[in-house]
């Protein structure tokens, strides 16, 4: 065989192997997850801003509260006996409240995947009235960026962010669990980056640079809304977050959940359960809370594109169980064609 074209070989094969062994080495590893099973405060901090009520019934003059009820409550429950509820039954001087935190310490990039179940008469609601999802932030004072449905559709806010699903945009869906993946990324320096999917498509991205920090310190979910908002319920089921030794090589699919493990539970005809082991949860044993997020969500400025933002031609493709991520660029696809070349001119 001609010694150029054994070069050539050579050289195509390291091209063609040395990305794939790079990104192979990316890992998500468990961090804190929460199906309501372990009442509370189970693995949510010892808080109680007064909203929680073990029976479902409203504390003293409270409007709005939160409970954790059996799967019987809500159609439909994707995992487990037990979820979150929390509820509205008029309007308030201030921000309605009712929801678990979490202080902890995790670091990005990292994933969180959450479950919800809505219900409310947008015919109702104000076009400046909103109810909230989730809340994030990267420091210890509540200074967060947040993901809500305002004038029927979802957004985020205290960032720059951008819709980018199906056009024209649709109005959130209502009495049905929703999946949310919500890719975050606080880098050492620069902006930070936020992705959302919903069902398993890529709707929301957003640039976060309020304040430095690499990790994830205080989040929320459930039931916050404006003042305005005098009715409403929503449902959350397994809450899931894990970190990534790397930031996401590919930025439009759903990341894939180590603790896909989790049995879930199926309705239908067809339904099973998928089993597996059972997912560790990490207690967030903190102290002294100060529940001190946003009371109003802000009008959305012009959206950015994630400075990280990769190349188009790299792709994550699938995990490889449990906590390690397969990850492969497309880019090796150009240098197979080349090799398979190669090989052929070599035995001409």
Sequence with gaps: MNRGVVILIGVAIGLTLGPLSAARAQTATKQWRSGFESGFPGEWLNYDNGSFNADGVLNGSNVAGWT??????????????????????ASDSASHRAYPVIHVDIPSPLVNRFWVWLDVDYDKLGVSDWVHFATFGNNPDWTVHTMSVRDRKLEMAHLDWSYVGPKPQPDFPLRQWVRFSVYIHYPPAGDGTVIVWQD??????????????????????GMYAAATVSQGVQYNDEIQIWSLSAPLIDRENEPPSPYDDVPMVLDGPDADTTTGSDATDVTADWSGPSDQSPDDVQTPSDAQTPADTPSPDQKTVSTAGGCQLAQRSTSAAPWLVGLGLLLWLACV
């Design 68 to 89: 954790i009820v059996g799967k019987d409550d809500v159609p439909g429950v994707p995992f487990g006996e037990h979820v979150y509820k929390g509820w509205i039954v």
């Design 200 to 221: 398993g498509v890529k709707v929301l991205v957003g640039t976060w640079s309020s304040v430095d920090g690499n990790n994830l310190m205080r989040a929320h979910w």
